[in-house]
């Protein structure tokens, strides 16, 4: 059974500023980031669709202590998209000193970023990006 | 399924250590092995748990080394990865093969150094727990996942941040208090809620002391059938339940304050036990940071969600409270080799049911339960433990 939206496709599309997800035929809920199957039902028969691109911020951190190959302190974000689905990213747009919980609750705009990969990484990346909206 | 007793265990001092993972296995499974009146020799199998060696000293398929350190010759041994579940994961998989009647007698346990890392590569290491194609990439960490969690807490159960951060100090102060009172923790001294939080913040609202330390170490434990374990020891403590759940990449999850792997695993455990949460006496829980121990503590059915933090400053989780929580000094104190964690937490509810904890010990403590967690909330096992 052929794998529909693999991350080669995701990634590449995301690149291109174009978000993609999977929409279900049979319960009409979204996959975001794609699976073989629907995240809610787990059926297969799903078709690739643009996704809005559209959230709201759930929660957040500052990571001041970041991994090898990361310069802190950057906010790491988790967003509701509009299609219902929660996707991870970094909020940009804003001092990470600033960040607090009022962050919570407000509208983005999802944006990517290519992150330069590391030797365990298979190749680089790409993570999404919440810019603030108003 | 035949009834299987845990018969003798070990375990090393935590901390930072200068000897292998190898070796510091051999020390902990030759003190379970004598403890059990046995010899290497008479273990079936060996099932390790071991997170990252291939990262700390250049060494995959640890368990064949290990089991070949102490003479178990030819044996099957096998490594189990779980993230900082590793070694629950491996200790139910050997109660699962004895109880099956396969085998009578196995080690269990686990090893870990991840001292040898430093900080940054420790972090990067920790971090592949996270979906390495669609999260890894915007640097979250472990202490940014659970900083995540810690203001959708105060956020959904309208507990303002800055009083929710000094019930998660109290957890830390807690787990301290009792880490002194522990020979083989890594910290053994009593610390405040305000030195918690003049700490440097590791990812907000998380400050350093909120966190669990990198450390090296290892614990082991052999399981017997029942019938074996009258014979070889007067203080059989037997596994009354068993869970694991599993759960995907940290987004999926959603709103992860309620861990739904832990909730699976959990009440599979007890109702292989035939009992509820107010049944057990004393637990061990996975307090990798002071949230992680709340949200532990809801998820297992001890408090109410959205009450643990309450619960905590009432005291009810301390040595003397309604459910005592981590008397080891947990993940925080007595330190955190995630290979060896879980086999760490049997360590102790064992030699807790058999009253053998000097000043940390839990009174007339019957029923103790383990609770580890990996990953990005992706794996949780339990275990239930009786006299």
């Known amino acids: 059974m052929e794998y529909k939206l693999t991350y080669e496709k995701y990634k590449e599309a995301l690149m291109g500023g174009k978000l993609l997800g999977l929409k279900c035929n049979k319960c009409g809920e979204y996959t975001v980031p794609p699976k073989k199957v629907c995240m809610e039902c787990s059926s297969e028969d799903m078709d690739i669709v643009e996704i809005s691109g559209k959230g709201e911020i759930r929660t957040f951190t500052v990571v001041r202590v970041p991994p090898e190959g990361f310069e802190g302190p950057y906010i790491v974000g988790m967003v509701a998209l509009d299609e219902g689905p929660w996707v991870i990213g970094n909020v940009l747009d804003l001092d990470p000193e600033k960040a607090s919980m009022e962050l919570m609750g407000k509208k983005v705009t999802i944006g990517h970023k290519e992150v330069k990969g590391d030797k365990f990484s298979a190749g680089d990346g790409v993570a999404l990006t919440f810019k603030l909206e108003g | ?387």
Not at chain 2, 44 to 64: C, I, K, S, T, Y
């Open chain 2, 1 to 387: 399924m035949r009834e299987v007793a845990v018969v003798g265990v070990g375990m090393t001092n935590f901390g930072t250590s200068e000897k292998t993972q190898v070796e510091m296995f051999s020390e902990a499974a030759m003190e379970a092995i004598t403890e059990s009146n046995l010899e290497p020799k008479d273990m079936q199998a060996l099932f390790l748990g071991n997170v990252l060696g291939d990262f700390e000293e250049g060494q995959m398929n640890m368990a064949p080394m290990c089991a070949s350190d102490i003479g178990m010759k030819d044996v099957p041994a096998t490594r189990f990865e779980g993230a900082c579940a590793s070694a629950t994961v491996a200790l139910r998989n050997a109660y699962m093969w004895v109880a099956s009647g396969f085998y009578d007698i196995v080690l269990a346990g686990g090893t870990e150094k991840a001292t040898v890392m430093g900080t940054p590569m420790a972090t990067r290491t920790f971090a592949m727990g996270s979906d390495s194609r669609y999260e890894s990439f915007a640097g979250i960490t472990f202490p940014g996942a659970f900083g995540m969690a810690a203001h959708l807490y105060s956020k959904k159960y309208g507990i303002p941040l800055e009083r929710l951060k000094k019930q998660m100090a109290m957890v830390a102060v807690k787990n301290h208090k009792n880490g002194v009172m522990n020979p083989k923790a890594q910290f053994r001294k009593e610390i405040t809620v305000e030195k918690v939080l003049s700490g440097f913040v590791v990812a907000d609202p998380l400050q350093l002391l909120d966190c669990c330390p990198f450390s090296d170490g290892a614990a082991a434990l052999v399981f017997a059938s029942v019938d074996k374990a009258k014979e070889l020891t007067k203080k059989p403590i037997y596994i009354a339940g068993t869970g694991q759940g599993s759960a995907g990449s940290l987004c999926n999850q959603k709103d992860f304050t309620v861990i739904r792997a832990r909730e699976y695993s959990s009440k599979q455990a007890y109702k292989q036990a035939g009992i509820g949460p107010q049944d057990i006496d004393v637990c061990e829980v996975h307090d990798c940071f002071t949230i992680a121990e709340i949200l532990a503590i809801e998820a297992m059915g001890f408090f109410e969600y959205g009450k643990a933090s309450q619960a905590v400053e009432d005291g009810d989780t301390a040595l003397d409270g309604k459910i005592p929580v981590n008397p080891s000094g947990g993940l925080k104190a007595k330190g955190h080799p995630i290979g060896a964690t879980g086999a760490a937490q049997a360590y102790e509810i064992v030699k807790q049911l058999r009253e053998e904890c000097g000043e940390r010990q839990v009174k007339g403590a019957k029923i103790g339960m383990i609770d580890t967690l990996g990953g990005d909330l992706a794996t949780v096992s339990n275990m239930i433990f009786r006299r």
